[in-house]
């Protein structure tokens, strides 16, 4: 019963102080879920490939995976309901006085101070990301010795461009998993 209890309240508590959606929550689960020894990193990685191929907020499938990993349904059920509820009660409070202080200058000041925050957030979650993706022993030479690291900076070259070029979304997802599938059948390697 314990497990379940911390299950909700660290998802709670990342919930409750992250702001910018799902990539700014990022940071906080993956040091909770590490901490916590509930996941690796290479598992975080994977899962969050699997997260950006499946339907639904990135929030709510992580917290949904990493519960079911540690407690079955019941511990997916706790986890999703400790993410969400934050963001519940935060948006019927901001709708029940929204009008009242939709012109403050304390409530602009705290938007404005959480924006950059949140690309803070983002951006430490994409150079964690990026460096268990690129590097995963060690940042060394040797790593630019293996077929992975070529593959996966051409996978993300051609990613880059087809969104620069405002590619579909769900075209770069499909494209990034088949390259993948390809590059792991043709080089017999894992990415």
Wanted: proline share 4%; charged share 10%.
């Amino acid at each position: 019963m314990m497990l379940f209890l911390e299950l909700f309240l660290t998802f709670f508590k990342i919930g409750a102080f992250t702001f910018g959606g799902g990539y700014a929550m990022l940071p906080l689960v993956q040091a909770a879920v590490i901490e916590k020894g509930w996941l690796s990193e290479t598992q975080i990685v994977d899962f969050i490939a699997v997260s950006e191929s499946t339907p639904g907020p990135f929030a709510i499938n992580i917290a949904t995976y990493v519960g079911s990993q540690m407690g079955g349904i019941f511990g997916a059920f706790c986890c999703t309901l400790g993410v969400v509820l934050p963001s519940f009660i935060i948006i019927l409070l901001v709708a029940k006085f929204f009008e009242k202080f939709k012109n403050s200058k304390t409530v602009s000041g705290c938007m404005s101070g959480l924006k950059p925050a949140v690309i803070g957030l983002i951006s430490s979650a994409v150079i964690s990301i990026g460096t268990t993706v690129f590097f995963p022993v060690s940042i060394t030479f040797a790593v630019f010795k293996t077929a992975a690291f070529y593959v996966s900076a051409v996978i993300f070259g051609i990613m880059m461009i087809a969104s620069m070029k405002k590619v579909s979304p769900i075209l770069i997802i499909v494209g990034s998993a088949v390259l993948g599938i390809l590059a792991g059948y043709i080089f017999n390697i894992q990415i």
